[in-house]
């Protein structure tokens, strides 16, 4: 035997011995040797790769150690979109969960359902093809994320390879990535000694190791992960969530301990109350437990809403409390004006977080409540919601402690305060105020709105103090020599920015009248203003009856869009605008047909000519409207490419299949290209 067939064994038995180890470790919580064991392991292939690298496998143990940083993530699209999950913040909303799933289901009898620990970590997103990890990515906005597949691999919970033989064509795998609570604890010791900033919890230490463009920091950071659930799936079928997990763990992923399978809804309030009670013993973060219906073949039917999946339920665990002192009450102002009020708190650690504000919302509240300067106040923190002031300690109340009114002028720019009739909220009347210009800044350039990567708070802060930016339509004034000359901000991320602002010029009329920040105008109400009168100057002289006219628009929406364009100088932001160049395309006439007015629309797989944004954008101008899943509802499914499991769900529906040849023929009828 040659030395090269001795080394090419020997690597063969280590990356062996090694994955078992893992998997004893990770999967089983059971090791049977020393770190120090497995660190020689470790030590002995990198070696051996070392001296003969025509031997090295994307798969091989050693990958996990990092590789050359990265100057950015790429975005990567999930084959089946990854959803959020409703909340039920107590029992009876625990309850009422069961009922719909029972009621939709047409069933009387005691539903099956499986129950997991809510990790408070960070949801990822893993591609297996043929057992082999090709992808890992971020939830992203639950349809796009970003690619981070270097850094997972660093992650020893993370199978690069399925452990079994029987592995599926293709599988996406969803999990937790997070840290432990000791081990959290440690990594901020030792960013104190070296004087880094303390990361505020576990999940923002994942979150934030996850994200390094240098997966040797990540490497670095002890991180683990739990599988949980299943996405697009090619070569596999499961009947129920327990199989899954049982499957899951034969794959060689880990799978949380404290999983349960119950029969019936009281059953799932007994093993909440009893995690309820171990939270604290659970060695990670947990914010609640997760509720699944069983049975996988009721997960079809019940399918989703335009948010979450009817057969999954967040059920969350009390709020945290603790108690602290209110050493100032502060005013910040928002886009819109609005002046919210916050308690500056003593320092109370509440969940595993430092808490050192907390909300008061409005005058209402903190007269409702009767919170005051140097008040003892009781302070509740929820999950990842603000920390709010609950009621104050009447026996603890200083002597001379005055009632809090908020300021009649505007602590940002000192313009006059106005609270209007039926408003909870007062607001400053400059529409120039600094503050708001930030905020609508922000908003402007947003991924809802204009897009313009890069263009974040603390650009903008920064912008903001050169006096750069002092209106939106600065935004399109900055050229790459100002940008470049500031600290931190090289010749390339100048490039990168005016790169992603002249991109953003060229927009749709939906995304530009949600960028421009009206009241009571979001995504969904800026493409019905669109779809209705079809450009810029048609809404400016649409009277609030026109306005009203448009379908799920009442008074308060009518008349905050025809106040905003009645406004000269909002219009004339609006004329800069176009002016400096930003354009969108010639929309569909209010009033035209096409072959998608009134039509609902799922687009599934990839597109060779244009991207599934631009697809929607294309539908929602020609008055038809998009969503993320398949319903009997839906007129039209779009089959792109590797089209995933609702091609299947529109098959069994009935709902009519196109392709993207017969979708291009229907945008050149409606005249949309």
Known sequence: ???????????????????????????????????????????????????????????????????????????????????????????????????????????????????????DGLAMNLLYENGLLVKGATRGDGEVGEDVTRNLKTIRAIPLRMSDKSVPELIEIRGEVYMRVADFEKLNKEREKTGEPLFANPRNAAAGSVRQLDSGVTAGRKLHFYAY????????????????????????????????????????IDVWRKLLE??????????????????????????????????????????????????????????????????????????GVTVQRATLHNQDEI???????GDTVVVQRAGDVIPEVVKFVPEKRPRGAKPYKIPARCPVCGSGVVREEGEAVHRCININCPAQVKERILHFAGRGAMNIEGLGEKLTEKFFEKDMLKRIDDIYRLKKQDIAGLEGLGDKSAQNLIDSIEKSKKTTLARLLNALGIRHVGETTAQDLANEFGGIEAIEKASLEDLMSVEGFGPEVAGAVHDFF??????????????????????????????FTGKSFVLTGGMESMTRDEAKALIQRGGGKTASSVSAKTDFVIAGKEAGSKLDKAEKLGVKIISEKEFLEMLKIGGLV
């Open 1 to 119: 035997m040659t030395a090269g067939e001795s080394a090419k064994k020997e690597i063969a038995k280590l990356r062996e011995q090694i994955n078992y180890h893992n998997l004893r470790y990770y999967v089983y919580d059971n090791p049977e040797i020393s770190d120090a064991e497995y660190d020689e392991f470790m030590r002995r292939l990198k070696d051996l790769e070392q001296k003969y690298p025509a031997l090295v496998t994307p798969d091989s143990p050693t990958r996990r150690v990092g590789f050359a940083p990265l100057t950015e993530f790429t975005k990567t699209r999930h084959l089946m979109a990854m959803f959020s999950l409703d909340n039920a913040m107590d029992i009876s909303e625990v309850q009422d969960f069961d009922q719909r799933v029972r009621k939709f289901l047409a069933v009387t009898s005691d539903v099956e359902y499986v129950t997991e620990p809510k990790i």
């Open 229 to 268: 659930q299943p996405g697009e799936m090619k070569g596999v079928n499961f009947k129920s969530q327990w199989e899954f997990l049982e499957q899951l763990r034969q794959w060689g992923f880990p799978v949380q301990k404290r999983v349960e399978l119950c029969r019936g809804i009281d059953h799932v």
């Open 278 to 351: 171990e939270r604290d013993r659970v060695e990670y973060e947990i914010d609640g437990m997760v509720v699944k219906v069983n049975d996988m073949g009721w997960w079809r039917r019940l399918g989703f809403t335009a948010r979450a999946p009817r057969w999954a339920l967040a059920a969350k665990f009390p709020a945290r409390q603790k108690t602290s002192v209110v050493k100032d009450i502060i005013v910040g102002v928002g886009r819109t004006g609005a002046l919210t009020p916050v308690a500056v708190l003593e320092p109370v650690e509440i969940g």
């Open 367 to 373: 007269d409702r409540k009767d919170v005051r300067i």
């Open 566 to 595: 009645a406004n000269k100088e909002n219009r004339e932001l609006v004329k800069a605008l176009i002016g400096l160049g930003v354009s969108f395309e010639k929309p569909v006439r209010a009033g035209k047909e096409t072959p």
